[in-house]
Every structure is written in structure tokens, then in C-alpha cells.
């Protein structure tokens, strides 16, 4: 059964791959374009109103266009708001390897952000729009604080944190910034702002000092950025197909005949050249590696949004019993939530590293919860932007009785149980009840902190002062040990391949959980072979990349 199965998904494989790549052709001299008008995204999505190409799948795209002899070039398109100082970082090391690879690449866009300015200022070619704008601008983060208004109206918070960092709450229960929140605010911005000091003075050639000095000066309207020497050109759109055919043209010997631009997308590119890449072979079944992209706040129970502890658990039980599968990347992206939740994630992370290696990237913030689901992984990896940490625990809840008093509204009660109205928004905590609170705090704090010793080999009393609720930048949390390597999703799945037991440059098929769409995934399964977990949820096929 097993070598009629093989078969089975070897000529499936074959089959998928012929017609996918006749579809998806690549002619010799193409430029990979990669479209980030619609924004950044952390995950693929093929069909819809909106297809997208993930942050992983595009980094495996530009490795791979970068050994194609097909590909002339990578031009990225770039509009409106988007990106991450951690992307960014992840993405600008992938246009460094083009450029060391001889692969031109170019970058049109309607205007730039730090962060997109950050990722894309190493290219060949930079172009705006005369009417563009480079905001060229350094960091800037500030918070609402709600307690002046909350007493106008007679609503007062009551915040219970363990860990003196742990500043959530603050927006309800202070008027301005503690000490502790500037503080760990200020490091995180100091490590980004250096970064990105050295990735505009590396792809302009320029001194840090002269960065910082434009930095101060933006933002930086198109002509401007050019006298700048920040761009390289002003081009519309449409005009940019005949700079690259001129540029192409460049140091050619006359009378060779005009280069044409031609351009295949980078989404395309994925899907015929890249998600199935592996060799086939009917002696031996080809090589899995899994991805599970874990998005959003950390929640309880199975709905559509974020992480849910019972979704997660599922997927990761498929990936723990399905002995195909040889390692397993979790790409984190979150500030954290619900505590029970990050704890029941936690154990089945714990119980598939067991299993089999588990490595972490992660993405723009693995904070809190987001923190306590990584903390058992073999590696952990994180950008330097990445804001990491966050151990600790808070709970809050709005005392309206001084708000209903002044509307007007009277409301009572009974009860059996001397903390039965604990969580009751009609009266503020009694010292009793804060106590009890605190108590049931510091016992899940004290988990954490046994979590996370145990995950990263740290004794508890070592894990307490690097806990606190303090958020760290990626250098930060390496330094403090919290996270293992800098890097982003590529790094990444090199380590888990090399903990899987794969020979250097072998190839495998990476799988990605949760699918992005049914339908789309259930038409690409007929064409790419039958994947892993075809019995967990009927109806459902799994994406390969």
C-alpha cells in the first residue's frame, strides 16, 4: 500500500508540475515582478478579489529567481502604507543576495515609508512619481491615555499587573507614559533606528552620520530625494518598462538588437516554480517540512480569527502524529491574550517537540501569550525590529458604578458567595477581592516564568529579571536569552531542515497550515499530488510550498 500510495502522489506531483509550469512559463530575461501595492501580508492567498503572496513564499521566490538564469531582474512595485521594520529587515537581506547573485533589481513606487524605504533602499534603481513622496521620517510611537476622561464620565479602571513593566493597562489607568513604559519603548526604538541608520548607509553608501542628518531633514518630497541622492530617478509607471529596457542595454554591443522587457509575477512565480520544487522519485516519498503561521490574539474555544487554542491544538496534533512530516516552523505573530489559552498552546507545542524539531520565526511582535507559545521550541528566531517578551500578566476591569449614578441608574444585586460579583462592572474592587486577584496573578506569572525557564534552560530565578512584562527588540532578547538567532523566516526554515536531518541544499516540500482557502487549495491538490492531513478535515486539501 505504501509504494502504490507513492506512486500515486509522485504522478500526481509530475503531472500538477507539467501543467502548472506549460501554464506559468518563464521566458528567458524575464523581471520577477513582485506587487506590494496591497500591502504586506504574512500568508499567501492564491484566489480571491485580493490574491496576496506571503512574506515566506516571497523570500523563497526571490532565493530561487536569484539561481534562475530565466530571470533578468526583480522589480518591485510598492503603494500606499504597508510593511514592518522585522519584514523589512528579513526583505532587505533578500535584495542584497539578488544584487550579490549579478540579479538587477529595481523598485518603482508611489511613495516610501521608513520601513519600506528601509527593505528596498539597497536596489539597483529606486524610482517615484515627480509627485512622490519619500517620508523619510525615523520612529515615532505614542498611546492614548484614557483617565482623565474616564473620571469625567465616572468610570474608573481597576488593573491588576504582575510584572512592573507590564503597562497594557495604562491608557485607562494613567494620564501620561511611566517611567518603565518610556524606558523599554525608547530601547526598542534605539535598536530599530540603528538598523535602519545602516541599511539606508549601506544601500545609498553613505555615512551614518550624513543618514541622520537626512533622517532629521524628511520627509522628502520626489525631486528633492533625488538632490538627496535617497532615489535614483523620476518615472511614472508606464515609463518604467523602457528604463529597464534601456539599462538592459547598457555595455551591449551595438547592433546586437533592441532587449525587450517582459515580466512574469512574482505570485505566479510561486506557484509554477517554487511551491513544488522538490525532485520526484518512485523510491522514496518526497520530503516534508510543515509551516503553521499562527496570526493575531491569542484566544480560547475555535472561531475564524487569530489563534484559538482548540483550532491550534488540531493542526498541531496533525502535525505531531503524521510521520511524514519531518520538522515543523511556527511563525509567531502576536501580542499575546487570553493566559489559559497560551498555556494549552503551549503544551501541545511542548508535546510536538517531543516529537519532532520545532523551530520559531518570529514576525513583527511575539509578545505575552505570543512569547509563552515559542518559549519551548528547539531554536527561536526573531528580527531585531521584532518586539519580544512581554512575560507577565494583567487583568483589568471598568468600575461603572460612578457612571450609572450619573445617568441616572440604579443596579442590584444578590448573591451566594462572598467573591461571587467579583467581575461585576457595578463596584470597584475590594481589598479583599484585589488580593484574590493578585494572587491568582502571580500563580500564572509564576508558571510563565517555569515555562519559559524550561523552554529556553533557564532556572526561574534566571528567567525573573529578563521578565517583568518588559518588551525587548530582537538584539535585546538574544542578548538576555530569550531568543537564539537573528534572522527571519529563510534563516529560519534552514535551521529546521538541517534539525530534520536534510542534507544542504536538498530539496523538500513545505507544507502550509492553516490552508488560506478550500476551494483554491482543493483545485491546486489535483494538480500537485495529495498532500499530508487529506484525513483531517474532509473537504480540505493542504497547500505546498
Same mark, same amino acid.
Given at each position: 500500500?505504501?509504494?502504490?500510495?507513492?506512486?500515486?502522489?509522485?504522478?500526481?506531483?509530475?503531472?500538477?508540475?507539467?501543467?502548472?509550469?506549460?501554464?506559468?512559463?518563464?521566458?528567458?530575461?524575464?523581471?520577477? !515582478?513582485?506587487?506590494?501595492?496591497?500591502?504586506?501580508?504574512?500568508?499567501?492567498?492564491?484566489?480571491?478579489?485580493?490574491?496576496?503572496?506571503?512574506?515566506?513564499?516571497?523570500?523563497?521566490?526571490?532565493?530561487?529567481?536569484?539561481d534562475?538564469?530565466?530571470?533578468?531582474?526583480?522589480?518591485?512595485?510598492? #503603494?500606499?502604507?504597508?510593511?514592518?521594520?522585522?519584514?523589512?529587515?528579513?526583505?532587505g @537581506?533578500?535584495?542584497?543576495?539578488?544584487?550579490a547573485?549579478?540579479?538587477?533589481?529595481?523598485v518603482?513606487? !508611489?511613495?516610501?515609508?521608513d520601513?519600506?524605504?528601509?527593505?528596498?533602499?539597497?536596489?539597483?534603481?529606486?524610482?517615484?512619481?515627480?509627485?512622490?513622496? =519619500?517620508?523619510?521620517?525615523?520612529?515615532?510611537?505614542?498611546?492614548?491615555?484614557?483617565?482623565?476622561?474616564?473620571?469625567?464620565?465616572?468610570?474608573?479602571?481597576e488593573?491588576?499587573?504582575v510584572?512592573?513593566?507590564?503597562?497594557?493597562?495604562?491608557?485607562?489607568?494613567?494620564?501620561?507614559?511611566?517611567?518603565?513604559? @518610556?524606558?523599554?519603548?525608547?530601547?526598542?526604538?534605539?535598536?530599530?533606528?540603528?538598523?535602519?541608520?545602516?541599511?539606508?548607509?549601506?544601500?545609498?553608501?553613505?555615512?551614518?552620520?550624513?543618514?541622520?542628518?537626512?533622517?532629521?531633514?524628511?520627509?522628502?518630497?520626489?525631486?528633492r530625494?533625488?538632490?538627496? $541622492?535617497?532615489?535614483?530617478?523620476?518615472?511614472?509607471?508606464?515609463?518604467?518598462?523602457?528604463?529597464?529596457?534601456?539599462w538592459?542595454?547598457?555595455? !551591449?554591443?551595438?547592433?546586437?538588437?533592441?532587449?525587450?522587457?517582459?515580466?512574469?509575477?512574482?505570485?505566479?512565480?510561486?506557484?509554477?516554480? /517554487?511551491?513544488?520544487?522538490?525532485?520526484?522519485?518512485l @523510491?522514496?516519498?518526497?520530503?516534508?517540512?510543515?509551516?503553521?503561521t499562527? !496570526? $493575531?490574539?491569542?484566544?480560547?474555544?475555535?472561531?475564524?480569527?487569530?489563534?484559538?487554542?482548540?483550532?491550534?491544538?488540531?493542526?498541531?496534533?496533525?502535525?505531531?502524529?503524521?510521520?511524514?512530516?519531518?520538522?515543523?516552523?511556527?511563525?509567531i505573530d502576536?501580542?499575546?491574550?487570553?493566559?489559559?489559552?497560551?498555556?494549552?498552546?503551549?503544551?501541545?507545542?511542548?508535546?510536538?517537540?517531543k516529537?519532532?524539531?520545532?523551530?520559531?520565526?518570529?514576525?513583527?511582535?511575539?509578545?505575552?501569550? #505570543?512569547y509563552?507559545?515559542?518559549?519551548?521550541a528547539?531554536?527561536?528566531?526573531?528580527?531585531?525590529?521584532?518586539?519580544?517578551?512581554?512575560?507577565?500578566?494583567?487583568?483589568?476591569?471598568?468600575?461603572?458604578?460612578?457612571?450609572?449614578?450619573? =445617568?441616572?441608574?440604579?443596579?442590584?444585586g444578590?448573591?451566594?458567595?462572598?467573591?461571587?460579583?467579583?467581575?461585576s462592572e457595578?463596584?470597584?474592587?475590594?481589598?479583599?477581592?484585589?488580593?484574590?486577584?493578585?494572587?491568582?496573578?502571580?500563580?500564572?506569572?509564576?508558571?510563565?516564568?517555569?515555562?519559559?525557564?524550561?523552554?529556553?534552560?533557564?532556572?526561574?530565578?534566571?528567567?525573573?529579571?529578563?521578565?517583568?512584562?518588559?518588551?525587548?527588540?530582537?538584539?535585546?532578547?538574544?542578548? /538576555? $536569552?530569550?531568543?537564539?538567532?537573528?534572522?527571519?523566516?529563510?534563516?529560519?526554515?534552514?535551521?529546521?531542515?538541517?534539525?530534520?536531518?536534510?542534507?544542504?541544499?536538498e530539496?523538500?516540500?513545505?507544507v502550509?497550515?492553516?490552508?488560506?482557502?478550500?476551494w483554491?487549495?482543493?483545485?491546486?491538490?489535483?494538480?500537485?499530488?495529495?498532500?499530508?492531513?487529506?484525513?483531517?478535515?474532509?473537504?480540505?486539501?493542504?497547500?505546498?510550498?
Open positions: 500500500m505504501g509504494l502504490i500510495r507513492r506512486w500515486r502522489t509522485q504522478g500526481r506531483r509530475f503531472v500538477g508540475r507539467g501543467l502548472l509550469r506549460s501554464a506559468r512559463k518563464v521566458e528567458k530575461g524575464s523581471w520577477l !515582478e513582485v506587487d506590494l501595492t496591497r500591502g504586506w501580508s504574512e500568508r499567501t492567498q492564491t484566489g480571491g478579489p485580493s490574491p496576496t503572496l506571503g512574506l515566506t513564499d516571497l523570500l523563497r521566490s526571490l532565493e530561487r529567481a536569484g534562475d538564469s530565466r530571470i533578468e531582474g526583480v522589480l518591485f512595485r510598492v #503603494g500606499g502604507a504597508g510593511g514592518s521594520f522585522a519584514s523589512a529587515l528579513s526583505l @537581506r533578500a535584495v542584497a543576495r539578488l544584487r547573485r549579478g540579479c538587477r533589481v529595481a518603482w513606487a !508611489e511613495g516610501l515609508n520601513a519600506q524605504y528601509m527593505a528596498l533602499c539597497g536596489a539597483d534603481r529606486v524610482w517615484l512619481p515627480e509627485s512622490g513622496t =519619500l517620508s523619510l521620517l525615523g520612529l515615532h510611537t505614542e498611546r492614548f491615555y484614557f483617565r482623565e476622561l474616564l473620571d469625567r464620565v465616572g468610570a474608573r479602571p488593573v491588576v499587573h510584572g512592573r513593566y507590564k503597562s497594557a493597562g495604562d491608557s485607562y489607568s494613567r494620564d501620561s507614559m511611566s517611567d518603565e513604559e @518610556r524606558e523599554q519603548l525608547e530601547s526598542w526604538q534605539q535598536d530599530v533606528f540603528d538598523e535602519l541608520v545602516e541599511a539606508v548607509g549601506q544601500g545609498r553608501d553613505l555615512s551614518a552620520d550624513r543618514v541622520r542628518d537626512l533622517i532629521d531633514d524628511g520627509p522628502y518630497p520626489a525631486r530625494a533625488l538632490d538627496a $541622492g535617497l532615489i535614483d530617478g523620476l518615472a511614472y509607471f508606464d515609463e518604467v518598462p523602457e528604463r529597464l529596457e534601456a538592459m542595454r547598457e555595455g !551591449e554591443e551595438p547592433g546586437r538588437g533592441a532587449r525587450r522587457f517582459s515580466k512574469v509575477s512574482a505570485l505566479r512565480y510561486f506557484i509554477g516554480q /517554487v511551491a513544488d520544487a522538490g525532485p520526484i522519485s @523510491r522514496r516519498d518526497p520530503l516534508y517540512l510543515a509551516t503553521l499562527l !496570526e $493575531g490574539n491569542v484566544q480560547r474555544g475555535k472561531s475564524a480569527r487569530g489563534i484559538t487554542s482548540e483550532g491550534t491544538a488540531e493542526w498541531i496534533e496533525a502535525l505531531r502524529t503524521d510521520a511524514r512530516i519531518r520538522g515543523v516552523l511556527l511563525r502576536s501580542p499575546g491574550g487570553d493566559a489559559l489559552a497560551s498555556d494549552l498552546i503551549h503544551r501541545e507545542v511542548e508535546r510536538l517537540c516529537e519532532k524539531p520545532v523551530v520559531v520565526s518570529m514576525g513583527d511582535v511575539a509578545a505575552s501569550g #505570543g509563552y507559545i515559542a518559549a519551548p528547539d531554536a527561536i528566531f526573531a528580527e531585531v525590529g521584532t518586539i519580544t517578551g512581554s512575560i507577565g500578566v494583567l487583568g483589568m476591569k471598568l468600575n461603572l458604578s460612578g457612571l450609572y449614578e450619573r =445617568l441616572g441608574v440604579t443596579k442590584e444578590v448573591q451566594k458567595g462572598a467573591r461571587a460579583g467579583l467581575f457595578s463596584h470597584g474592587l475590594s481589598s479583599d477581592e484585589r488580593a484574590a486577584i493578585r494572587q491568582e496573578m502571580e500563580a500564572f506569572y509564576t508558571t510563565f516564568l517555569k515555562r519559559v525557564g524550561r523552554g529556553r534552560q533557564l532556572s526561574t530565578a534566571e528567567v525573573e529579571p529578563i521578565a517583568q512584562g518588559r518588551i525587548w527588540s530582537g538584539r535585546r532578547a538574544q542578548a /538576555v $536569552g530569550l531568543v537564539d538567532h537573528l534572522g527571519g523566516p529563510l534563516e529560519a526554515l534552514a535551521d529546521l531542515a538541517q534539525r530534520a536531518g536534510l542534507d544542504e541544499g530539496d523538500y516540500l513545505l502550509a497550515l492553516p490552508p488560506v482557502s478550500r483554491n487549495e482543493w483545485v491546486r491538490s489535483l494538480l500537485a499530488g495529495q498532500g499530508p492531513f487529506s484525513s483531517l478535515r474532509k473537504g480540505t486539501a493542504f497547500r505546498f510550498r
